[in-house]
């Protein structure tokens, strides 16, 4: 009986297999791998963004900067290439694979506290569209206002899931979710100095939330929050 | 015109308004509050309680003692109270307010890693039933033996919404979340000893996960997960 | 020339002196020494209770048992004395000083997220009125369900000073000065349970506040931010 | 009946809306929203505050760089900039809204420790002078040399709010609120080295501080300070 | 050549050798071994106590409970045993070893903060005076009330080194190393709540003191700072 | 084609599956499943040994109390059980299981730094021996008096592999590390007080050893460093 | 009887001795020392360097920059100097003393995470080899895709021991222990960010490994982890 | 009577007096201030530098940069300036105060544990002989090879007192504390990585030493080393 194979080493300049590509990713998880391009070698980045254009139509690299865009650029010339700056997020349309028929389903609202917190809201909102879902933004609602957060009730209740990103006491997912009855996805960020140690303050004030129905990714992580409400909004992945 | 009320003042033996409840709570958010005992007096949860039977069929109270149930069950003496031990939690039927019609919507699959992780994920699969899911258990699966957990990848696999449950290095979201493509949510426990504080190390390991598509909530918080996998499982609530 | 005596030393049983008075505090700081009774044995709170009986018309023993209180109320018998069990407060009001007249001056409020965290909001509530001041509670107005605080908008802005006492993500702080232009005193409680960490996430929730004008106080901390709402709302004490 | 506005909504140059000026705060809280600099860029900071000097007449920018500083010069040229470096603020002068009436109330005291702390006493006290407070300086008197605050007690004294700045071991503002009657607000620095842990040991200091009547606000917090004492020392504010 | 033996095993009712005594310690560094009771059996303290009384005059052990006390005097009953109930410290007077002669060297200065730093502050003195020096006891003189140190300045200048106990924020050693030209030995202690991190505030505070010539001990740690107490005024031991 | 079936579930009372036996854990790593105790009810505990011992010779329960004790031996009451309590270790010698033949490997010394340290390194020592290695206990050999350490050099250097448990500040292994050329295993303990913050201090030691060839396991984990001195001393387990 | 000299000292250009070299290292521990170029000068690094190059054939200083690599290769020029930049390791290849016949034992198998914890699994696998050992590479098999470790189950089983390198979860080592019966160095890397605290969290995942028979090493510590699975893979150095 | 002055302000270029100089602390405290220049401008280093020596003979600024020392070269030029590049302290020998009359004391031992700690252990052993003591050095001597300590026993026995300067796991001071009767000052460094956490390891490990007549300084802090060691050194300076 032949033995399935799941992955598909690649090799560095010097021969050493320094990554390994997982094939069946999309299948067992509904979206192939996304490359987190910091920590890589541009180089690195590059090469495993190229092999990966092979199997899929939209490869992302996160966290990436200007160097490894360069270095994508140049390498995977056959694809199209587009840096997103804001979100940090390289993107390659292969060329080989086609573009798959995207069902638009519920509507994902990604709502922030603070005009800083934009770079993570980007990163959420630009992967979560790329994951095939609609997307709407509502920037610099900070509770510091909360009248500016209550304006925007109507829209709140639209969503299918609400992705809330906020930094210093981090305070935001709690109000929305104590507004509305879907998910909502907790993103704390380091913006913020002193006694917020580089995001751990509103980290634990979402985990600590008194409000229920939300879900806490790590400090910044502005694309597990895309992932996770991707896997909400869509359920048809599973199937 | 006249001012809408949202909350209803309730008074303790000496006259202090000591709880407020929230009347549109189930409007905005899908679900009746729910009381957390820890840290009430008896007399104050058992006057909660009887109150809010008032206004909804099914009344919660997590994380309660013994001496809170007697309590609850001498002063809601017209309505039905069950003691659920090892998931602490009390239960309050009204006979007033009818059992509303639910419709069975997707599977929740509730996961642990251990033996002792069960008074936790038994909270989040209590609530999670009480709430109108239909839940599945699969307990003591942790990692350490992950054929126990690959044994019953089809069972992951129905599921609309996965709640798992552990202590101690805490990985068992992520191995899941590898697997399936549905939301996860993880919920690490105190269970463990010296370095696992607590339960800050599973926390930290879910929040690092390098798998993608998981939400976290508070150590212990099985209530918590349960809300936020009925908010995923039952999309009406938020029309 | 004489030198000025500020202290004086009190003696234990086995000739110590474990103890002196701050003959000077009222004068300097606006109040007589307050009585931390945690860590004293119940011999030495009554000791220093009677003793500064002697010098002031309201002696207060904060953090007091039960067994504490029956040592004060057997050994100072002399005078009144009275034991507020919420607030875990003994007062002993010397039938040998007369009570100073007061005027009274602006108004405190002392708002608190939710019913457990009642002892440390009377705490501060009871420790104001003894201290001089009107103060008004304002109970169970947490953040979840933000209808709760925006319905008594009237009574804070009536304040002079509002103390916000609140557990868990402990946002009512900001939520709060957000909506009015007195100064706003935070404190932390260990109202909550696994990464609360005892009432360091609320603790850092305040310190990192968006919103301005708020001093934050130690967790659960309501003799303090008494002392704190009496120097702003009294201000002849620095006359 | 017509909806109120109560935020402005700015445009970056792309379309997204990434700022939202709360237009109330002034009447609600007593003073315009002021512009936290860092994490912003220059283009966002100078866009916020030549539209907010459309509103108000003293617009300020805290913990500012030279960068963000001539990108406010050159892009509100109608109005008057200023920057203030050592304290790291921008200043803009509105030309089109006039500066308003104000009423000199009590003194506020900034007081510090060491003369590394001058940056954060220097945004508390500048901050507090353009809010509208009498503000006098008393720095490096440290309380390694407890001799050099007892020499200027008097000044202490007449002071309507003390706000006292320190690293290292941060006892400075107990040394004061123990010899004064006034409000006392504690200012923890990032000045230190090793076990200070960028300024986690002076705030711990002042929340645990023995003497009453002190709020403490975050490390290198001076602007939360000056806000707080402006909330003090201006009641009418309130009116 | 005949091997040196440096230490003495001991053996538990099993048989299992559970306790070295190490035998050259007076020898090497000035007094015999002291027994550190906490998390040893009364029978491990009674037994190491007695054989450690055919070796020297004076066996202490300190933070010894009650049953450590009858164990030790049941045992040891050809030697006098002493409990000291506050300073948590068991002495045996040897009936076999002579006392040493004493030379009566410097002054120790043992200062506290609070009453309820006394268990810790005499844990200190005790162990001092029993290694042979002239001790002075100045308790609660914290720098709430700067003026109850300043009166004792005298006192302060007699002593050869000071001991230094406080709790809650821990400023005492700094103020008093500011006062005199002798070292200063810092003991943190556990007393305070919340923010102090049973000890961590004041343990902090004294490691980053702005005044030099202070050496810190661990949090509660009154043994440990007699040791080096006597180090420092037996300089004799050293030749 | 058959699927293997890799674990066994056991069913509660309430018919709830609530632990799952790996069965090939023997076969896979070595040694059959060993019971966690400490968080399971004893009927749990119980339950799991005796069907543990219908696979295998030797079933050990760790962490275990007095009442998990008397459930096994009442339940189990075909099989030999016996309470180890200084190790706190519960062991079934199965009736229906022979025990294997083992062949001696080479020596484990086990060292420990004081007689407080003994449950967690008789936890190693016994839990070794159990899984079939030849062990010599080394106790009360701390670094205060290096030459208790130096005396034995000659036995540690007999060792395949030397187990060093130590609290406090926890340098024994470093100092093992140096004199040797066998792998060290570095077993920190809760003992201490103060900053050795429940053995965080000698886990951190332990961490940083600049002495080469130490493997940590978790604080007071005597039974892991078994496991792992096992796997080191017993080759033929990989075969 | 002439005194035995362990340690050579070295004396920088000021004349100071800044450096000891430990003569009998090799001989008690199987090793020479290695250097730990980091917070070392290159002038520092380089005199070590050749000096070690005159008593062992194989040198290696970790944590090397370029500049640590041209100083020494400028001042040790009679040697052979190669700089093995992914490892950041210099390796001296004495001239002077011939290589040592090394007797190739048993297989160490080092695996990774990821992509981004190559430099500390090649430090690993890269000193192990120079210490004599065979070494097999099995990089980027993460347990986000569990099937690529189980891939490679076979490889696993041929090991002596396992070195396992993981940032972000870290839950890699607790995988490949339940899979093998050999010992599992788990090396945690500061390869994450936000709660992974550079490191933190899987340092503490694998602390607390419910899978035995793991000894965990410093966060990036590919060193030690070579050194202790030579100790182990090499008994020979003991004898 | 007249009001005696204790402080002189300094001006900056802006007329705000950001420093005061502490006239009484030779007198008080046996030396005159030293300068801690991280976190001032050259400028204010050098302008308190200048002042300072009209009243002292040495004055020392530490953590000093080359652009420090270039400033006060510049401006104090009257004076002798001398840059010690490696303890980072500048020196100024002023030319119009004669320097005084020295008694050599005992004799200061500063040990450090490796080639990495000496900018620490050279600020002790420089700031120590500026202060009047005798200083020998003995460099690299770490307990990963206990023998370089041993072979030195007798120097360590001629001390007065140690300063034991050690990062990584720093246990050198336990160890020379079992080794001598004289006061041990340990010196946690921030040499290391990982898990020593910039020096909290070494800290925690000085903290709970289990040797006895160990004070402890803030990480780094080789000046307040030096200043406590001269404390004890000379006790003239209390008389």
């Known amino acids: 009986m032949e033995k399935k194979i799941h992955s598909l080493p690649l090799e560095g300049d010097d021969g050493t297999i320094d990554a390994r590509i997982d094939l ?26 190229c092999e990966l254009a092979l199997y899929t139509h939209t490869v992302l690299a996160t966290r990436a900067s200007e160097k490894h865009y360069r270095a994508v650029r140049n390498t995977c010339d056959e694809h199209t ?6 979100a940090r997020i390289i993107e390659v349309a292969s060329s080989v694979v086609p573009a798959p028929t995207i069902d638009e389903d519920g509507l994902i609202v990604v709502a922030s506290g603070g005009t800083a917190d934009l770079p993570v809201a980007e990163e959420a909102a630009l992967t979560a569209e790329k994951m095939g879902s609609r997307v709407m933004r509502l920037y610099d609602v900070g509770v510091a206002g909360v009248h ?6 109507d829209l709140l209740r639209q969503a299918r899931v609400v992705i809330a990103v906020a930094g210093m006491e981090g305070a935001l997912p709690t109000l929305i979710a104590g507004l509305v009855a879907v998910p909502v996805i907790a993103v704390p960020t380091s913006v913020g100095y002193g006694a917020s140690f580089a995001g751990i303050a509103p980290l634990l004030t979402m ?30 992945w599973s199937e």
């Open 148 to 153: 500016r957060v209550l304006e925007h009730e």
């Open 81 to 86: 290439v587009i840096f997103h700056e804001t």
């Open 24 to 49: 069946d990713r999309e299948q067992r998880c509904g979206f192939t791998e996304v490359i987190y391009a910091a920590g890589k070698t541009p180089e690195q980045v590059a090469r495993i963004a």
């Open 207 to 236: 985990l600590n939330s008194c409000a229920g129905g939300i879900g806490v990714v790590n400090i910044d992580n502005g694309f597990g929050a895309a992932v996770l409400a991707s896997r909400i909004n869509r359920p048809k």
